[in-house]
């Protein structure tokens, strides 16, 4: 299980798998870990690399490659939602075909953002020497985050624009206040 739904394809350097009732993640990174690939993992048939891409699946994580998903293959993508945990898998024309077919792309800026959130955690912590615990750092991620998250959407609603300008445009909106708070401009 990953997150209540099933992991059905994977690939990395070594090749692709498939398995259409799913693969137990803790397994697959354990064999990865052993052998330096998920090439032969029992249970799940191998696939080329791409076609891992255009499986059937609710949604899509695009994590290693920039531009995995470009003008060739967008139109063969059949996730319902791409979330990017890679920088820059999805290519601008790409982006443009996805939108267009209804995709929705979480963009790398929002989906990938956890990290440099909790590096924020981490020194507002060391300037005060206040540590939390575990769950108290999860619990604040989890609220940033999806308050991210529904400020981009509110942004898609409100101008019409596709995820990934409208994570942009708050973007460089919340740039230009702080810019203005601190008498930079």
């Known amino acids: ?5 099933r992991l059905i394809g994977v690939c990395d350097s070594g090749g692709g798998l498939y398995n259409p009732g799913g693969m137990n993640v803790r397994e697959l990174v354990t064999h990865k870990l052993t052998t330096g690939s998920v090439k032969g993992f029992p249970g ?11 499986l059937d699946s609710d949604i899509l994580y695009p994590a290693a490659m920039e531009n995995a998903i470009h003008q060739q293959n ?6 319902k939602i791409i979330c ?6 999805t290519s601008p024309e790409a982006d443009r075909i996805l ?6 792309v979480i963009p790398d800026i929002l989906a990938s953002a956890g990290g440099v959130t909790v590096s924020y955690f981490e020194m507002v912590q060391d300037r005060y020497s206040h540590f ?3 769950k108290d750092v999860h619990e604040k991620l989890d609220a940033k985050l999806t308050k991210a998250y ?3 959407r509110e942004a898609i609603r409100e101008k019409n624009i596709p995820p990934r300008m409208a994570a942009t445009v708050v973007s460089v909106a919340r ?4 810019a203005e708070l601190r008498g930079w401009v």
Do not use: F, T, Y
């Open 74 to 79: 967008a139109s063969r993508i059949r996730a």
């Open 99 to 104: 939108n267009a077919r209804g995709i929705h």
């Open 84 to 89: 990017e945990l890679a920088n820059g898998p």
């Open 44 to 54: 799940a048939k191998p696939i080329d690399r791409d076609a891992v891409l255009e």
């Open 150 to 152: 529904q400020v981009v």
């Open 1 to 5: 299980m990953l997150g209540g739904g």
């Open 175 to 178: 740039v230009a206040e702080a």
């Open 132 to 134: 939390w615990e575990e």
